[in-house]
């Protein structure tokens, strides 16, 4: 399924699984190669609502900060 990235750098994004009939929204921090490049599961979720109180604490984005992966 696709995922949601943010508008400002890229290196947020929030993927979108659907296991056993459930949503599973995982929230990734990319690193940029110059550094070493990598990713960093900051969290799992079941519902927007979570995801939102996650993005919140773990993150200077906002749900409105998101757009629809290409």
Excluded: F, H, K
């Excluded at 990713?39 to 757009?67: H, K, Q, S, W, Y």
């Amino acid at each position: 399924m696709r995922g949601w990235v943010c508008a400002c750098c890229g290196r947020w994004q929030v993927s979108i699984e659907r296991i056993s009939g459930r949503y599973l929204y995982r929230l990734v921090r990319y690193y940029p190669t110059e550094v070493g490049g990598g990713r960093n599961v900051l969290g799992e979720v079941g519902t927007v609502d979570a995801l939102e109180r996650l993005l919140r604490a773990r993150t200077p984005l906002t749900l409105a900060d998101l757009r629809e992966a290409a």
